[in-house]
């Protein structure tokens, strides 16, 4: 039967679980957002590479393409398991 003392107690219970559940998303989108950056970081490291005429585009081609692989997985990672 619920009572008053029940549904205060359930309640309880759900906000705990929705606290804990909204501080395991936040520390798995830091920790996502971390990881784009860094790939961000060496996109721009990479562009530069090339701009510069330091390595030629076929020599960059496949790091390009794991780099953006790479983001593109922690992106849709987090989309589909949140």
């Known amino acids: 039967m619920l009572t008053d003392d029940n549904m205060e107690e ?3 219970l ?13 520390e798995r ?3 996502i957002d971390y990881k784009l950056k ?7 490291h990479l562009c530069d590479a090339l701009e510069t005429g330091k390595f030629d ?5 496949p790091r390009i393409v794991v780099t953006n ?3 593109s997985k922690n ?3 987090f989309h589909i398991s949140a």
């Open 10 to 12: 359930l309640v309880k």
């Open 14 to 26: 759900v906000n705990e679980e929705l606290d804990i559940a909204s501080h395991n998303l936040r």
């Open 29 to 31: 989108l830091i920790n």
């Open 38 to 44: 860094d790939v961000r970081n060496k996109l721009a």
């Open 57 to 61: 585009y076929d020599d960059l081609a």
């Open 69 to 71: 692989a790479v983001a």
């Open 75 to 77: 992106f849709v990672t």
